[in-house]
């Protein structure tokens, strides 16, 4: 008989809207992040400063991110989104301000990072526990890779159209992306579901009662864990401006295509699991997937050819998405629905550590040791953790099925 999950899953109304609003927001997003990390290089040409960018994002999202994760449980989560949205389409129209006035200074940008930071420490616990709402469990898996597929597709669309309209100046970069902010701020104004706010009273004990969910739960735990350590020695998302200009020799186009990557891989990937979902061996391959992560991190380092550079990102791209498919998957289906939120929030924390501190790890280690040797070691690390999480969480190795 064929299978009809796919056409039930595009049937759900409320799902493909707020997929196309997470299109829409993460494809400014990343036209954002490549203007502003050019921009910043351009200003400053500081190996230190494009890690700064990814340190001031991550310690206000840190800081905030429980108590965000506590208001996706009592809160409506597509109004919480639809907010965020709101804000960063503020953040690009002072941008444009900026530029055009001639204040677009370090210290703003690095200001502009914090208030970023802030921003998506609310939206992260808000979009990962909305979806859940909108699917039946049995659509969940495939409904995570299409939502990653979807991501994916804007990381590849966002940073090669951000680096080609950023050789028309900076200001037509971020008039884009207030434009695509507010229309996804008015999409998920449109979506509809059922909204059960948690009643439990605001206190340190249900705050933290996320961080103690995943604690007690050693496959998640490990899944989440192995993600955080393997993009925060691995990745080398910072430190692309440089490679782009210094060593492989390409301007703000050629930055675009770099940044955009990873998420060719991870794209493919993405496709394959909306059609075949994993169903068996899910520990091992997701071990597996994070090893050959931190290899494609090495050849990356080590390459001075455009062309092999991409090979090796758009490798690193499909690994990741193995890894983001497997963890979301896991956490969802093992938690109840009036604490996603929390453990969303949670699993946030992880991916702002992988992210932003991750950017900041490899431009002070660029700044130490230069940036060559700076993604080598990364990559090694990555090698190494893969192996270490083998023998520290057993369970997730032996982990066969998703549910």
């Known amino acids: 008989m064929p299978d009809t999950s796919l056409s039930q899953l595009f049937a759900q109304r409320p799902f493909i809207r707020f997929w196309l609003a997470r299109l829409a927001g993460v494809s400014a997003n990343q036209m954002l992040m490549v203007a502003v990390a050019w921009h910043i290089y351009d200003i400053t040409s500081s190996a230190w400063d494009l890690g700064l960018v990814g340190l001031f994002q991550f310690i206000p999202a840190l800081l905030m991110t429980l108590p965000a994760g506590h208001a996706a449980d009592r809160l409506h989560r ?13 953040v690009a129209v002072l941008l ?12 703003l940008i690095l200001s502009i990072s914090v208030m970023l930071g802030i921003t998506r420490s609310f939206q992260m616990p808000a979009q990962q526990s909305l979806t859940p709402l909108l699917v039946p469990q049995h659509l969940l898996q495939r409904a995570i890779a299409l939502s990653s597929s979807g991501i994916q597709a804007a990381i590849i669309c966002g940073p090669a159209v951000g680096g080609l309209l950023y050789t028309h100046g900076a200001t037509t970069v971020y008039v884009c992306c207030s434009i695509l902010l507010l229309l996804a701020c008015g999409l998920t104004l449109t979506v509809r579901y059922t909204h059960r706010p948690s009643t439990l009273a605001a206190n340190w004990d249900t705050v933290l009662a996320g961080v103690s969910f995943v604690w007690n739960r050693k496959v998640i735990l490990g899944a989440t864990s192995l993600d955080l350590f393997a993009v925060l020695l691995g990745g080398a998302t910072a430190l692309l401006p440089i490679y782009a200009r210094d060593i492989l020799h390409t301007g703000p186009a050629g930055l675009g295509l770099l940044r955009a990557a990873p998420a060719v891989g991870a794209l493919v990937t993405s496709l394959i699991l909306i059609r075949w979902p994993m169903r068996r061996r899910v520990g091992h391959r997701l071990l597996a997937a994070v090893a050959v992560f931190g290899l494609a991190t090495v050849v990356f380092g080590l390459s001075t050819h455009f062309g092999l550079s991409l090979v090796a ?6 690994a990741d998405n193995i890894s983001v498919v497997t963890r979301q998957t896991l956490v969802q289906l093992e938690t109840p629905d009036e604490m996603r939120g929390r453990v969303a929030a949670v699993s946030s924390i992880f991916i702002g550590a992988s992210n932003q501190l991750g950017e900041f790890e490899s431009g002070a280690t660029a700044a130490l040791f230069g940036p060559v040797s700076s993604v080598v070691i990364g990559g090694v690390g990555t090698l190494l953790v893969a192996a270490t999480w083998l023998r520290l969480f057993p369970a997730l190795a032996r982990r066969d099925h998703m549910g």
């Open 78 to 90: 597509g109004r919480i989104f639809s907010v965020c949205m709101l804000i960063q389409a503020v």
């Open 313 to 318: 990102l758009a490798i690193t791209g499909a």
């Open 96 to 107: 444009v301000a900026a530029t055009q006035g001639g204040f677009a200074t370090r210290e």
